[in-house]
């Protein structure tokens, strides 16, 4: 029996094998109008592929609550009936393929109004330029030198965002969705609310550790106050930002000392699972090209907070995923990069580890 392809129940939910799809912007809607951050032929076919391919759950990309909430005016959103619609026709298509249809819900705070990434470098969009406008964070702090300076979020503001949160979340579930996670990594606006590095208010939503998770908490309590109690909600963090743990470096950031605490906290407000990353880069770049580097992360929450995790970073064969799993350093390993270069990996990975798993009826003479 192989420990990555047993199925893993969540609350009342029950998801077929432990290969999941990691969220990946594709920067691919319209940046205006009616079909503004709606889901199209791209997207259905970069999620429906992996389905095909055996995933057990896929995440969507980073969809934004607001229209002020993408990284880029191309990103994925979840504000209106049109998009509300358009991601039925997605989910019902993942369910039909036995895949669990998640979401990824965000805002972007002090990252938003760039490029897409591969149109010089997803460079900022200044607020007087075409499909720009002016980022929001807890503090006045600027992604780097050359972006914008944002505008800090007053308390009205945060209210307003921890209810786009809500509304977000209900409409996921309107749309089929059966899990829901939000998005408080990568430098994200929950991220930056965590973050001593971009978080130097001196208000209730800053400070002390209580107070920069403050903002974190209220959204999850949101979300799970719309999200029926019998389906997950997961939370993704950045474990570390890279900055405390390193030595040539002064900066005071998020630890992931901080993240273990934080993970405790997670769970008593109804987290069912941590998906867990890293944000910035490691202070050594070799770190980034060890296979499963950020595993240790996960695993030392799964231990030391009793929270079901999913571990991330150069996850690439099935052997290994496989002895993770079996190990007991996560519960579910998310893929990224790997999937797009192998939409079917979960089907390889079941012919290669011996396991019998579902095969659309298509491609049977294939497998």
């Given at each position: 029996?192989?420990?990555?392809?047993?199925?893993?129940?969540?609350?009342?939910?029950?998801?077929?094998?432990?290969?999941?799809?990691?969220?990946?912007?594709?920067?691919?809607?319209?940046?205006?109008?009616?079909?503004?951050?709606?889901?199209?032929?791209?997207?259905?076919?970069?999620?429906?592929?992996?389905?095909?391919?055996?995933?057990?759950l896929i995440l969507t990309e980073a969809t934004a609550v607001s229209p002020e909430g993408r990284i880029s005016p191309y990103d994925?959103?979840?504000?209106?009936?049109?998009?509300?619609?358009?991601?039925?026709?997605?989910?019902?298509?993942?369910?039909?393929?036995?895949?669990?249809?998640?979401?990824?819900?965000?805002?972007?705070?002090?990252?938003?109004?760039?490029?897409?990434?591969?149109?010089?470098?997803g460079a900022p969009i200044g607020s007087d330029?075409?499909?720009g406008w002016t980022p929001v964070a807890p503090s006045p702090v600027p992604f780097d030198d050359g972006s914008q300076t944002p505008d800090e979020l007053s308390t009205a503001q945060i209210d307003e965002i921890v209810g786009q949160f809500a509304a977000t979340a209900r409409r996921a579930r309107a749309a089929g969705f059966d899990v829901v996670?939000?998005?408080?990594?990568?430098?994200?606006?929950?991220?930056?609310?965590?973050?001593?590095?971009?978080?130097?208010?001196?208000?209730?939503?800053?400070?002390?550790?209580?107070?920069?998770?403050?903002?974190?908490?209220?959204?999850?309590?949101?979300?799970?106050?719309?999200?029926?109690?019998?389906l997950p909600v997961f939370f993704r963090i950045s474990a570390t930002?890279?900055?405390?743990?390193?030595?040539?470096?002064?900066?005071?950031?998020?630890?992931?000392?901080?993240?273990?605490?934080?993970?405790?906290?997670?769970?008593?407000?109804?987290?069912?699972?941590?998906?867990?990353?890293?944000?910035?880069?490691?202070?050594?770049?070799?770190?980034?090209?060890?296979?499963g580097y950020q595993v240790p992360f996960a695993e030392r929450v799964k231990k030391e907070a009793g929270?079901?995790?999913?571990?991330v970073g150069l996850i690439t064969e099935a052997q290994q995923a496989e002895k993770i799993i079996a190990d007991g350093q996560a519960d579910a390993v998310l893929l990224g990069r790997e999937l797009l270069r192998s939409p079917s990996f979960a089907l390889q990975a079941a012919r290669e580890l011996g396991i019998g798993i579902r095969v659309p009826e298509q491609y049977q003479r294939a497998v």
């Amino acid at each position: 029996m192989s420990a990555l392809f047993e199925p893993i129940r969540l609350r009342s939910l029950t998801i077929p094998n432990r290969i999941w799809m990691a969220p990946m912007c594709q920067y691919s809607a319209a940046p205006d109008g009616p079909m503004e951050g709606v889901p199209g032929d791209w997207h259905f076919q970069h999620l429906a592929a992996r389905a095909a391919g055996g995933i057990g759950l896929i995440l969507t990309e980073a969809t934004a609550v607001s229209p002020e909430g993408r990284i880029s005016p191309y990103d994925l959103g979840l504000w209106n009936d049109t998009q509300t619609e358009a991601f039925r026709r997605i989910t019902a298509f993942l369910k039909s393929q036995g895949t669990v249809p998640g979401i990824q819900i965000a805002h972007a705070g002090r990252k938003a109004s760039t490029e897409r990434m591969w149109v010089d470098r997803g460079a900022p969009i200044g607020s007087d330029e075409p499909y720009g406008w002016t980022p929001v964070a807890p503090s006045p702090v600027p992604f780097d030198d050359g972006s914008q300076t944002p505008d800090e979020l007053s308390t009205a503001q945060i209210d307003e965002i921890v209810g786009q949160f809500a509304a977000t979340a209900r409409r996921a579930r309107a749309a089929g969705f059966d899990v829901v996670e939000v998005h408080g990594a990568h430098g994200y606006l929950i991220n930056q609310f965590l973050s001593p590095f971009t978080n130097r208010r001196t208000d209730e939503y800053g400070g002390s550790y209580e107070n920069r998770t403050r903002f974190a908490l209220r959204v999850v309590d949101a979300v799970r106050e719309v999200w029926p109690d019998e389906l997950p909600v997961f939370f993704r963090i950045s474990a570390t930002d890279w900055l405390s743990e390193n030595e040539d470096d002064a900066r005071e950031g998020w630890t992931a000392d901080d993240t273990v605490r934080f993970a405790a906290d997670l769970k008593a407000h109804g987290v069912d699972l941590l998906d867990t990353s890293t944000g910035g880069n490691a202070p050594d770049a070799r770190i980034e090209a060890v296979p499963g580097y950020q595993v240790p992360f996960a695993e030392r929450v799964k231990k030391e907070a009793g929270l079901p995790v999913g571990a991330v970073g150069l996850i690439t064969e099935a052997q290994q995923a496989e002895k993770i799993i079996a190990d007991g350093q996560a519960d579910a390993v998310l893929l990224g990069r790997e999937l797009l270069r192998s939409p079917s990996f979960a089907l390889q990975a079941a012919r290669e580890l011996g396991i019998g798993i579902r095969v659309p009826e298509q491609y049977q003479r294939a497998v």
